[in-house]
C-alpha cells in the first residue's frame, strides 16, 4: 500500500480522542457534536419514529432492547407470541399461556416453510378474591441477557409476574398477597403426584405433575400450599410468607422426582461474555445464570443447549438422557448453572492482496469506470450498501497503481461520508438522530422500518466497513469523525452493559447464537448481512486500536457464523428432516423456517440473500466449499426446474461469481469473461468481481486449517501451495507466527510492515525456545543460511523466535560495503536475551563477489543513529563461513569494513548520555564511540582531569561501547566528562560528553 496514510505517533491517542468525544457536548436542543461530527437528539417534523408508549414497569431504567424474542411485550398491549425454545409462550389479559411448539411440517402452499407452530398447553392466571385478574396490558419488569420478566397487575395492589427464557424448563412466578395461582387448560388433563393425591378436594403438597396435550409439566409450590384439583383448572393456595410458583417442561411423568430436585433454584439472572484469545486465535463464551435457592440444598437449574452450542463445548458436560426437538433441532438438557463453548477463528483480512493473475490494464479501466460512481437511494440501506461497495475499489487501485483513482475515490467517500456523519438544522436526509426513549441512533431516511431499529446491523455495517476502509487511508478521519462511528456501533452492537445510550447487544442473541434483523425478534432473513456488521466492528475495532470492539467484532462473527451454519445451511443435515426439500433457510423465525425471502421466492433470491455483498471480510462462505458448491447446485436445480431464464437470475451474477470463485475459481473466470461486458453493476461491481475470481485463482481455496496469533489473517491453499496473508494496521512493523491448527505446531512466521498488508508462500523460519535448555535455530536464505546457537537461560520464559531475510537500510558510511546478507531476528515476547548468542553465517562465493573476504563483518544495524555497528567477527574464509555474536535482536548485515586510517570522523552518540530514559538519548549497550582506528584506546576523565576508564587497546571492529562505568565497573555519575582517542600512530582526537541520570 502506498504511503497516502496519514500518520500518528501514537494509536493510543486515537482510543483518548475517541473517548473524549464519547462525552458530547451540547451544541444546542437539536444538535449533539461528537468532534467534528454531530448528530440531532430531536425527532424531526413528519418523520416516523419507534413507538413512543413503552410498556414496562418503573424497575426498567435502562436503555431499552428493540430486536429480542421478546421485545413485543415492550410494544403491544400483551404481546407476540415468544419462541424462547423449547417452550413458546403468549400474554394476555389474564395471564400467561404456556406451550411447546408442535412438531414442524411443511407449511404454506408452495410448501417453502417449515412451521412448528405455537400450541397452548396450560395457563397461568390469578384469583383475586375468588374472581380471576385482568390486566389492562403487560408490561417487562425486568430482563437479562436471555430472559424476560412479564407482570400482570389489576392496576391497585395485587400482582403476578413470571420469569421465563431461552433454554430454560422453568417458568418461575412469583404473586403478591391476594393473589393466588390457578392453572387452565385448554382440554382435558391428567394430574399426578407421589402422594396419590389425584382427587378434585384440597390437597396439601408442593408439587405434582400434570399432563396436558399429550405433554408432561411439573407444577412446584412451597411446602403446605394447597392444591384444589378440578376437571378444568387447578387452584393453588400459597402460604402467607411463600409467594413463588415454578412450572416445568419433563418429557415423561418419569421426570418428576429429578425435576423437583432442581424447581426451586430460581432463575434471577442469566448473563453471557466472551474471551478472545488471539494468540491461539480461538473464542471462548461463557454463559452463567444466577439462582435464587428457594428451598435448602437447591441452586442448580435445569437448562437445554442447542446445537451450536452442545457441539462445540469447552469441556464435557453430562447431559441427561432428557431431550426437546425444535425448530432450531434437538436441544440437550443438563443440570448445571455455566457451561463455556469455544470456536475457532480463521481470521478477517481488510481487503484481497495483491495475488490476482488479471490483466491491471483492463482491471484499471473497470476502476475507473466507478470512480465516479453515483450512489442510489436517500436511505441508510442503499447508501451505506453503495458506499461499502464503493470502498472495495480503493484498496484495488492502490494495489495496481492507480494512484488517480484511489485518491478521487477516497476524496468522494470522504465527502460522502462527512455528509451522512453531520447534522445541519433544516435537512430532511442523510443525518442521524439520537432517539434516547429507546436508546438508538436512527439514519434519516430510514427503509424498511429501520426508524424502529429493523435490520439496522445490516444498514450500519455498511457504513463501518466504508468508513474503516477510508480510516486505512486517512487516519485524520479517525480523529475528526471516528466518534460518531463508535455510537453507530453502539446502537445496535454495544458491548458495555453500563452503557447509558445504548442497550447490550441490541440485534444479537447471544444465547441462541444469531441476530435478529426486525423490529421484536421475529426474524432475520440475510444471515450474510448481519456478518459483514460483525466483520465491520472488527475491522472499525482493529484499526482504532480499540480492542474492545475489535473482540466484539471476532466474537459475534464465529458465534453468528455456527448459528448459521446450523440454522440457516443444517449442514449436519439433522434439523429439517426429509419434508423439508431444502439444503438451506433463508428467513428464520422463532416458530419457522422458510426457503423465501421478504421480497421474492426465486431461488436467485434466496440464495443470493445469503452470500451479499461478499466483502474480502466474509471469507466464512468459503470455510466449507462441499457444502457451498451443493448450495449452489441447489439453486441451479430448482432453476431448471422451474424453468427459470438468464433474465430471471440476471442481477446477482457478481454475488454467484465470487461465491462459485471460493470452490472453484477456475471455472469461474472464463464465466465471467464471457459475460463480463453485459453484467449489471447494480449490486456489485465489475472491477472488485474480477479482482475477486483472480485472487481466488492464484491463492486457491480458505484453508482454516492454519491459524495465526494476529487476528488480521487469512491462509489459502492451492494444491497443496499455501499463500498466508497478514494486516498490519499498527504504526511499527509487526511479526506474525503462525501455526497448524491440529496440534499447534509453529510453521513460521511473517514480517508485516506498518500498515500494509502482505502475502506470501513461504514463511519465515520461526522456533519455540525451550529457556531451559541450549537451544539451536536454522534459517536457509537461498544462497546463504545463518544458524542461532541460544544458551539455556539466556531468555526468563519460553519465547518464540523468528529468523528473515530482508531489505535493509542503507549505510551512508563510505567505509561500508554491504552484502545482499541481510536478516533480521525477533521474537513474539517483549524480552532481551540475558546471555549472548553466538550466530554463523555460512555463505556463497557469489553473496561476497568483489570484497575482502578477511575484512568480512557482522553488524547489527541501530535504530538511534541510522547506521551499522561491527560486531566481533571472525571469519573463514576458505570455509565460506562467518562466527559472530550477538546480545539482543535487530536487523543484521554482512558487509565489508575498510580499515581507518585516522580518527578524523570519530563519532560519538548518544551524547548526553541518558541511561533508562527510554527516548533517543538512551542505549542499553551505552555511549558508542564509531571510526576508531584499529589498535586505538580510549581514555574517560572527569572534569577535574582524574582519569575515570581506559578501554585498552581496541580491535579491527572501528567501534567500541562504553557502559558508562569506571575501570571498577561501577556507574559513573552524572555530570561532564572529557574523552581523550589515542591511536598507534600518535593521532588524538578529543571531545566531551554528558551523562545524565
Known sequence: MNSFFIK???????????????????????????????????????EAGPPITIYKTSNLKRPIPSNEWWTSLLSETFSATQFPHPLSFLCHETGLSIGLPAAPTIFGDDNKALLSDYVEDLTVEALVAGSTMKSTLTRADGYSDWTVTAYWSNDGSEYFKATYGHGLLFVYFEFSNNAQPVITFPGTHEVFDEYGGTGSGPVKTDHFGVKTNGKYYGIFAPANSTFTLTGSDIKIELPANERYLSIGIMTAQSDLAAWYQHAYAFVTDTKVSWDVDTEKSKVTTTFEVTTQTKRKNQATTLISLYPHQWKNLKNSIS???????????????????????????????????????????????????KRYSEIDGEDTYWQGKGWGKFAMLIPIADEIEDIESRDIMISRLRTQLIRWYTFTPGETSRYFCYNSQWGGLIGYNPIYTSENFTDQHFHYGYFIYASAILALYDQEF??????IIDLMIRSFASPYRDDTMFPFLRTFDPYEGHSWASWEGKDQESSSEAMNAWAAIYLWGLITDNDTFRDLGIWGYVTEYTAIREYYYDIDDDKYGTEYPFNMASIIRGEKVSYATHYSTAARDVHAIQMLPLMPTMLYLGYDTEYAR????????????????YDDVKGSEHTFFKFRALYEPEAVLSAYLSHAGSLDDSMNTRAFTYHWICNFVNMGK?????????????????????????????????????????????????????????????????????????????????????SLSIPSGTFSENVTVAMSSVTVTSSEDSTIKKTEINLEIAINKALQPAKEMVITINYSDADVSGLDES???????????????????????????????????????????????????????????????????????????????QGAEIKIFNIAGEKVFSSGSIGSNNLYEWKAVNDSGSKVAS???????????????KGKLAIIR
Not at 10 to 20: F, P, S
Not at 336 to 348: D, K, M, R, Y
Not at 728 to 754: A, M, Q
Not at 977 to 984: F, H, L, N
Request: hydrophobic share 35%; glycine share 8%.
Open 855 to 933: 575484512m568480512l563483518v557482522f553488524g547489527r544495524y541501530d535504530e538511534a543513529s541510522s547506521s551499522w555497528i561491527p560486531l566481533e567477527t571472525n571469519v573463514y574464509p576458505e570455509q565460506n563461513c562467518l562466527v559472530s555474536k550477538i546480545n539482543h535482536f535487530s536487523k543484521f548485515a554482512v558487509f565489508q569494513k575498510d580499515s581507518l586510517s585516522n580518527l578524523n570522523s570519530v563519532i560519538v552518540y548518544p551524547n548526553p548520555y541518558r541511561p533508562g530514559s527510554g527516548g533517543a538519548f538512551d542505549r542499553t549497550g551505552g555511549i558508542v564511540f564509531k571510526n576508531i582506528t
Open 478 to 483: 479517525i480523529t475528526d469523525y471516528g466518534g
Open 702 to 786: 480458505v484453508d482454516t486449517t492454519v491459524y495465526a496469533n494476529n487476528p488480521s489473517f487469512n491462509v489459502f491453499d492451492k494444491d497443496g501451495t499455501k499463500t498466508y496473508v497478514s494486516y498490519n494496521s499498527s504504526n511499527t512493523k509487526s511479526t506474525v507466527w503462525f501455526y497448524r491448527r491440529e496440534d499447534d505446531k509453529l510453521l513460521g512466521s511473517l514480517t508485516v510492515g506498518p500498515h500494509s498488508m502482505r502475502a506470501t508462500n513461504i514463511l519465515d523460519p520461526a522456533l519455540v525456545i525451550d529457556s531451559s535448555v541450549s537451544n539451536t535455530f536454522a534459517g536457509d536464505f537461498g544462497t546463504w543460511d545463518a
Open 319 to 369: 447431559f441427561m438422557n432428557q431431550t426437546f426437538s425444535t425448530i432450531r433441532g434437538t436441544m440437550k438438557v443438563a443440570s448445571l448453572n455455566s457451561f463455556q463453548v469455544e470456536h475457532n477463528f480463521h481470521g478477517i483480512i481488510p481487503f484481497l492482496p495483491d495475488r490476482g493473475s488479471y490483466r491491471k490494464s483492463y482491471l484499471k479501466s473497470l476502476v475507473r469506470l
Open 630 to 645: 451443493a448450495n449452489y447446485e441447489a439453486k441451479v436445480a430448482f432453476e431448471t426446474q422451474t424453468g427459470a431464464s
Open 8 to 46: 500518528l505517533n501514537n494509536k493510543k491517542i486515537i482510543g483518548i480522542i475517541t473517548a473524549v468525544f464519547l462525552i458530547s457536548t451540547l451544541v444546542s436542543a437539536a444538535t449533539i457534536q461528537v468532534g467534528k461530527a454531530s448528530y440531532t437528539n430531536v425527532l424531526q417534523p413528519d
Open 975 to 989: 555530570g561532564v566528562y572529557i574523552y581523550v582517542i589515542t591511536d598507534p600512530q600518535g593521532q588524538i582526537q
